[in-house]
């Protein structure tokens, strides 16, 4: 028989972005695991397409969809609820949480954001001034602009209740470079904008945290098909890329997001927000697995490893 252990997040609303793939998708199943009512946002829909124009290797026209990614919320035992936005235009990410307050009376408790597509627009082993500004310019506004539009209109619903949790998705767990000058950009300016939104809500004494989180290196749908695997032979790329074998399933990361949604002493896990926490030292505090039951951390593994 079920326990309310089973679904710790049952009646808390959540609102993932860039619930497509990857990180999104994952984060959004296991909040659905855990008994959360997820809307799940993107572009990428069976019923409309993409207004994005396609670039060459991208994930533009990608075969996943917020609607599959609804489904397999419902089928962890949550509910899913695909909403098709484009978190670029302000009415967009504005209608979908009047919606919320319409639907679920104000209430909204988990915001995690996760809006990215930029992997067509990113250009590695280029010196910043030999990018297409034009290419670079885009992916702010995708993965930053983006994140601070979805804020401003989904933080009030949770400012109007009184509490909630905000989860800005980055790349890293520091100031480190990486590789390249916007994709660096994005990674490092949404760790900030959590520490800021949390000085905003501190000063005014208002019990929301605004936390960001990483991954170690995910094992997306995209990461997949560009090494030739699947999920069940993902192994098989690890002699071409060694620091492959410690890598995690998005799940992973729900797993993390979950952990800190119970957690009534979050704001203690969370510590000065000068770093983005990760899976890796999360799965310690926590003791959670990935799916497959391995536990990567990629902070100690990795070290010295060619990725």
């Known amino acids: 028989m079920e326990s309310a252990s089973d679904r710790p997040l049952q009646g808390k609303i959540a609102v993932v972005t860039g619930a497509t793939r990857g990180c999104g998708r994952g ?30 290797n991208g994930t533009t026209g990608r075969p996943e969809t917020i609607e599959k990614t609804a489904e397999l919320v419902e089928a962890a035992g949550g509910r899913g609820i695909p909403v098709r936005v484009d978190h670029t235009k302000p009415e967009q990410v504005e209608a979908l949480f009047e919606r919320i307050k319409e639907e679920q009376q104000g209430r909204l408790d988990i915001l995690v954001n996760d809006i990215w597509g930029g992997d067509e627009l ?4 280029t ?6 500004l034009e290419k670079g310019l885009a992916l702010l ?16 619903l949770m400012v109007a209740q009184g509490n909630g949790i905000v989860f800005e998705i980055t790349d890293g767990d ?7 000058l916007f994709y660096d950009l994005a990674k490092v300016t949404v760790i900030r904008l959590a520490l800021a939104m949390d000085k905003d809500f501190k000063a005014r004494n208002i019990p929301i945290t605004s936390v960001a989180v990483t991954p170690g290196w995910l094992r997306s749908e995209v990461m997949l098909d560009l090494f030739g695997v699947t999920e069940e032979t993902w192994r098989d790329a690890v002699p071409e890329r060694p620091a492959f074998a410690y890598s995690e399933t998005p799940r992973y990361l729900g797993r993390a997001i979950v952990a800190l949604c119970k ?30 039951g391995r536990q990567p ?11």
Not at 297 to 307: A, S
């Open 127 to 132: 010196p910043f001034w030999k990018q297409s």
């Open 27 to 56: 984060i959004a199943v296991e909040l659905g695991a855990a008994g959360a009512t997820v809307y799940c946002t993107g572009r990428s829909s069976r019923t409309v397409k993409c207004d994005v124009t396609p670039l060459p």
């Open 141 to 156: 506004e995708r993965a930053i602009h983006t994140h601070i539009i979805t804020n401003r209109y989904g933080v009030p």
């Open 174 to 180: 520091d100031l480190h470079y990486r590789d390249t």
């Open 263 to 292: 957690d009534p002493d979050i704001e203690a896990k969370a510590g000065d927000r000068e770093k983005a926490l990760s899976t890796w030292t999360l799965s310690r505090v926590y003791n959670f697995r990935d799916v497959d």
């Open 297 to 307: 951390h990629w902070g100690d593994q990795c070290e010295g490893l060619p990725e």
């Open 122 to 125: 990113t250009e590695w082993d």
